[in-house]
């Protein structure tokens, strides 16, 4: 199999060199539930060249409906692990690691990234990924999720301090918002990996009204 063959619509978009270069490129992925397995699905097939899933948790039967990277046969393996193989599965071109940790411990690793992306529901954690890209100086993207509405920020210059953080727990959330937010989450990824222009330091947030129109709205975040 020949790697031409396997991304032809995305050469077509924007050319060989460009494609080769996604190829050198490297991002974390911290969190593999909703947001995370649709981040792998999305970003894994499209030419990266090395992806790094971290996540301590373990599948179970209610992530299911809105975690598309599980199966009935998951349910009790570690998130991380089976987003690996499956992306393993899809995609000849690129190589893939589960770290079945914690954040805290991740963080101390000698690794080094172009890119990470925020896939957790944690917003405590969201500030120390805050923390951990400014010390290594890469950006990062965040994305949150709840009910039939999310949000999504490329930060790069502006800190997530400006958010209240709290031990909020996500209420009810349904499947297709998930993988709304998260596939303009990786649209985001694509685009910088790829050399494209990005709106950075902008919060996107995205809601249905009580009329069932999708709704976005767009806030400038205060830099550092």
Known sequence: MKQSEYFTRQIQLWGKETQESLGEKKIAIIGSGGLGCTLALALGTSGIGSIDMVDFDTVSLHNIHRQVAFTLEDEGKNKAEVVASLLESKNPFVTVRAFDMNFDSFKV???????????????????????????????????????????????????????????????????????????LQANLALRYLAGLSVAKDKLYYLYFNDDGELVTQKFGMPKL
């Not at 917003?123 to 010390?135: G, H, N, Q, S």
């Open 109 to 183: 690793l000698d690794n080094s990234y172009d890119l990470i992306l925020d896939a957790t529901d944690n917003l405590p954690v969201r500030e120390e990924i805050d923390k951990y890209a400014k010390k290594i100086d890469i950006p990062w993207i965040y994305a949150s999720v709840e009910e039939f509405n999310g949000q999504v920020c490329f930060f790069e210059k502006a800190g997530f301090g400006v958010f209240a953080v709290s031990d909020h727990t996500p209420a009810g959330i349904t499947a297709p918002i998930v993988m709304h937010i998260g596939s």
